[in-house]
């Protein structure tokens, strides 16, 4: 039975474990929101940039249960369950410090990819209705029209100042989106698309840096109550003899 400071440190860790357990909640939880909100755009975005989101999620799940490991070691104060979390959570540590890393690194090769992506796809708009779809769903969603804007549309046969129903918030019974509309969503979706992502990348960063970060505090408390229980036993075999 550890005594003194350390009866302190092993409730302190059992609360931290709490913690890590609800950060594991937040790891899966953002992951996911992040992965279907690439889903809709998974034509304009390279396939890499799912790997991050699915990073998070699978270390979420091991947070969750390596949690489990600390709370057992500190209740029941054994030495071998302390440093098995120690060292899994060392292991997730460098997760999700990559994981953070990666969501940051995915913001400066965005402008690019979404310039190549873009302009591909947008004159695929009237031949592949994966494209056509991907494309509605982004505009209705961004309220955007257009790479740059609604007039990009008069380059694939769009006369007359018609643009795909999916510019429009509105369209009244009986007539087509028109970019003269009051309810056309005249920005541009390269713009706006960026903007969603990089948005998401650094909201990756941020959540993967700060929790991997808070949880060092936890190594260093199941190292400090895992010496003190050695020392603990030491003592009484030293007794005993």
Not at 39 to 53: E, I, L, M
Not at 176 to 193: G, V
């Amino acid at each position: 039975m550890v005594s003194g400071g350390m009866t302190c440190v092993k409730y302190l860790l059992f609360f931290f474990n709490l913690i890590f357990a609800i950060s594991g909640i937040v790891f899966i939880s953002v992951g996911a929101v992040i992965l279907v909100a690439y889903k809709g755009y998974d034509n304009f975005v390279d396939s890499w940039f799912f790997a991050a989101p699915v990073l998070m999620i699978v270390v979420g799940v091991i947070v969750l249960l390596v949690s489990f490991f600390g709370c057992c070691g500190a209740i029941k104060e054994n030495h071998c369950m302390l440093i098995t979390f120690s060292v899994f959570l060392l292991i997730i540590f460098a997760l999700e410090l990559g994981a953070g890393i990666s969501g940051y690194m995915m913001r400066s090769e965005v402008n690019s990819m979404l310039q190549n992506r873009l302009n591909q796809t947008f004159y695929q708009y009237s031949t592949d209705e994966s494209i056509r779809r991907s494309w509605d769903i982004m505009q209705y969603d961004l309220h955007c029209c257009g790479i740059n804007s609604p007039a990009d549309w008069s380059n694939l046969d769009y006369t007359d100042n018609i643009v795909p129903d999916s510019c429009c918030t509105e369209i009244p019974a009986g007539e087509k989106c028109d970019s003269n509309s009051i309810y056309i969503s005249a920005d541009s979706c390269m713009s706006k698309l960026q903007s969603t992502i990089e948005d998401n990348a650094l909201t990756l960063a941020s959540v993967g840096v700060g929790i991997a970060l808070t949880q060092l505090i936890g190594v260093i408390f199941a190292c400090c109550l895992a010496r003190s229980i050695r020392r603990e036993y030491e003592t009484v075999e030293t007794t005993a003899h």
